[in-house]
């Protein structure tokens, strides 16, 4: 169960990191991407770099705020 | 698409891997024992050969939309988080990455550990440190070029990026005994986070069904934009860092 959970530990701060927020955003924006696209019929290339734009930005500031 | 992109941005994120490998084994094997830091170096190696035989061909058999889905998330999600580690160490908020100070630490854990002889190794701790960090470094390597090889239908030039970069750094390493310190860590880094980035947004998008304007050519926008919106959160948190210092002196009048 330790060596399970050292594993999981493992590939959770390989893929996901420091900040879960960045790659919730990034899976949210392909997710809607991927529903305009298809169900809207709207050709929303410009809707995942917003989101990629918003994660970083989202990220740095909690990452920032209040301290020097 | 040109295969340079591909060689160059596989060769930089390596290269950025393979110094932090480097410090580790060279720390634990000038400090503790060779032979156990070359077997734990050796065992790593032959994981990381079984994850890319198991991993490489299982991605060729996944249908282009779901693979540039998956890989496309997982690079942005990927080159998100060292953009964001590199603009916070150039904006003072985190240290930088001094491979120097690595070593120092390194060399120090390695000094105050016992030593321990298990399942034929005769420095268990020299061997799992040489393995966790060569392994660690090694899968961030490996899914670089497995990515973006498979999605440039490129392998092979990937491979090339890679292997060039972990020859140099290896003959290097050996040259100078040392940590290589003067490698520019957080801007190769950059680099490389902007690169990832821009590949993963765009791929990713294009799995989920968009058509970039101009197919292929919109990369060539969409890397400049994400490098600039990345100078624009360090221009940022530059002024940030200065309004807060400058508003402290300020509040403490306030306060007392």
């Known amino acids: 169960m330790k060596q399970l959970k050292a594993f999981g530990a493992f590939w959770y701060d390989f893929v996901i990191g420091d900040d879960w927020h960045v790659a919730a955003l990034v899976v949210a924006g392909l997710a809607l ?34 301290r020097k | ?47 990381l050969a079984v994850i890319t035989a198991a991993v490489g061909p299982a991605i060729d058999h996944l249908p282009l939309t779901a693979l540039r889905v998956v ?11 060292w953009l964001r580690k590199a603009v916070l160490r150039a904006t003072g908020y985190k240290a930088l990455h001094d491979e120097a100070s690595a070593y120092l630490r390194e060399v120090t854990a390695a000094q105050q550990a016992a030593r321990e002889t298990k399942r034929g ?3 268990w701790y020299s061997f799992t440190l040489a393995f966790k960090g060569v392994l660690l470094e090694g899968l961030e390597v490996v ?5 973006f090889g498979d999605n440039q239908k490129n392998i092979g030039a990937a491979v090339i990026g890679a292997a060039a970069a972990i020859l140099l750094v290896t003959i290097v390493g050996i040259a100078v005994r040392a940590p290589l310190t003067k490698v520019p860590e957080n801007w190769m880094k950059l680099v490389v986070g902007v690169m990832l980035t821009s590949f993963g947004t765009f791929w990713g998008a294009e799995g989920a069904g968009v058509h970039w304007p101009g197919n292929d050519a ?6 400049p934009v994400v490098a600039v919106v990345a100078g624009l959160c360090i221009y940022w948190l530059h002024s940030r860092k200065a309004a807060v210092i400058v508003s402290a002196p300020a509040s403490e009048v306030v306060g007392s």
């Open chain 1, 33 to 66: 991407t991927a529903i305009l696209t298809h169900a809207a019929k709207v050709n929303a290339w410009w809707l995942l770099p917003v989101f990629v734009v918003a994660a970083l930005a989202w990220s740095l500031h909690r990452a920032t705020a209040g």
């Open chain 2, 218 to 223: 919109a990369l060539l926008v969409v890397i």
């Open chain 2, 121 to 123: 190794v005769s420095d």
């Open chain 2, 143 to 147: 899914f670089i070029v497995i990515t």
């Open chain 2, 1 to 47: 698409m040109n295969a340079l992109p591909l060689i160059l941005t596989v060769f930089i994120a390596c290269v950025v891997e393979a110094v932090e490998a480097l410090t580790i084994v060279l720390a634990t094997g000038i400090t503790r024992e060779w032979r156990s830091t070359f077997q734990g170096m050796a065992a790593a190696l032959v994981t």
């Open chain 2, 71 to 81: 890989v496309g998330a997982l690079l942005a999600i990927f080159g998100l988080q």
